[in-house]
């Protein structure tokens, strides 16, 4: 069984750096896709980033291409975000996803993490 639980969000200056990461205490992580979302308030979840199963595919928005990047360690089960030079417009609720299929949709969730980028 999935249970993601998602760390390491904060308070940071915009330029700074900042890891999230998310284990999964079911220890299955290997078997999915991973991604990371975001939720600022009064807007939708967005898509971040994604990774596949082994790693070696990743996709990101746009918006946060070359300053985030989403790694996975298997024998950890932990898939990580590191997010440099952060923007004020990066501040939302972070939450990792799960899914079985690379670019098929997630279907497990994380309770997610707060980030606030300050200017």
């Known amino acids: 069984q999935v249970q993601l639980v998602e760390s390491g969000g904060g308070l940071v200056q915009a330029g700074g750096s900042l890891r999230l990461s998310c284990v999964d205490s079911?220890?299955?992580?290997?078997?999915?896709?991973m991604g990371w979302f975001r939720q600022a308030r009064g807007k939708e979840r967005e898509f971040v980033a994604g990774i596949s199963r082994s790693g070696g595919s990743t996709d990101y928005v746009d918006s946060v291409k070359g300053r985030f990047t989403i790694s996975r360690d298997n024998t950890k089960n932990t898939v990580y975000l590191q997010m440099n030079s952060p923007k004020p417009e990066d501040t939302a609720v972070y939450y990792c996803a799960g899914g079985l299929l690379y670019r098929n949709g997630y279907d497990y969730w994380g309770q997610g993490t707060q980030v606030t980028v300050s200017s």
């Open positions: 079911g220890r299955t992580i290997s078997n999915y896709a």
